[in-house]
């Protein structure tokens, strides 16, 4: 049921978007209903399929901003440090994001009651401040991500009737505005990179046809592109990440049999590359993000055992 009607939604994308372009939504407050029950069905809805299936955007690709400027390549995790001095936990989602745009992930915690940022020094997070003065929620998800091209990670929050941007301003979150004029949702997962090259992340929608993007004008979600062609998803895991190291990020497909790698092009996805040419997967948790930081997006597999990392060269 729930599938079929989005479908139908996804489908009236183009449509909702010139049927809504025109009217001036009032957003706000909208995006404050519970999302507990509603988020976690669909930003990590694991209906397993058949051959091409089913993939979990458990968060934003959102890889610590990189500046030429490091050149300093890593080669193995430290100790572990206490940088909260106990516990800090979001009731609704926890991310690590640069809101700040200093070049440090920060960590953000989702209440239900406000959304709080604790700003990186660099060896510890700072004290919790209150980002956005009131509840802000996606009934479908939460994502933050640099959409406005500022050097800082915005938060955006995905519900069922439009897509709410609430752009960074370096020290909170500015009010919510309504940036897709209309619902956009992905079947299989939504992502948002920058796949385009302008240093704007773009939202990415995973349908089961095929993959769309809407690239982002700084100010706006523009109308949704098909990339792929045809269907392109992971059977384990999707992500988007800048693997190849041109500034576009790329799609990577973990599939059982191996990890496929589609290089964006700046207007579409190319054919499938083999990256790892056999089986690879974690078994807790996988990521891509530059850890050695040659600005390559590394694969990174969480098992039971350890961590392993697979550098992009
Ligand atoms: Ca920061
Ligand atoms: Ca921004
Ligand atoms: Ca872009
Ligand atoms: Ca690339």
Not at 52 to 69: C, E, F, K, N, R
Not at 196 to 223: M, N, R
Not at 261 to 279: I, R
């Amino acid at each position: 049921m729930v599938r079929k009607k989005w479908l139908v939604m996804l489908s009236l994308i183009s449509i909702a978007f010139f049927m809504f372009a025109c009217s001036s939504p009032a957003p706000v407050e909208e995006t404050t209903e519970s999302a507990s029950a509603e988020a976690t069905d669909v930003v990590g809805s694991n209906q397993p399929t058949s051959s091409p299936a089913l993939i979990t955007p458990a968060g934003s690709a959102v890889p610590p901003a990189q500046d030429g400027a490091d050149t300093k390549i890593g080669t193995e995790f430290g100790e572990p440090e206490d940088w909260t001095g106990g516990p800090t936990v979001g009731q609704l989602a926890m991310r690590i994001a640069d809101v700040n745009g200093d070049g440090k992930g920060d960590f953000i915690a989702v209440d239900k009651d406000t959304t709080y940022a604790l700003p990186s020094t660099g060896s510890s997070f700072g004290q919790p401040e209150d980002w956005t003065s009131g509840p802000v929620v996606g009934e479908l998800g939460m994502y933050f991500a640099d959409v406005t091209g500022d050097g800082t990670e915005d938060y955006i929050a995905v519900d069922r009737a439009s897509t709410y941007v609430l752009p960074s301003n370096g020290t909170r979150f500015d009010p919510p505005q309504d940036w897709t004029g209309g619902p956009v949702l992905g079947e299989l997962g939504m992502f948002f990179a920058d796949v385009t090259g302008d240093s704007k992340a773009d939202f990415i929608a995973v349908d089961k046809a095929a993959i769309y993007v809407l690239p982002s004008t700084g100010t706006s979600f523009g109308a949704p592109q098909e990339w792929t062609g045809g269907p392109a998803f992971g059977e384990l895991y999707m992500d988007f990440a800048d693997v190849t190291g041109d500034g576009l990020a790329d799609f990577i497909a973990v599939d059982n049999a191996s990890t496929y790698v589609l290089p964006s092009t700046g207007s579409s996805f190319s054919a499938p590359q083999d990256w790892t040419k056999g089986p690879t997967k974690g078994e807790l948790g996988m990521y891509f993000v530059d850890v050695t930081g040659d600005g390559l997006a590394d694969f990174i597999a969480v098992d039971k055992a350890t961590v392993y990392v697979l550098p992009a060269k």
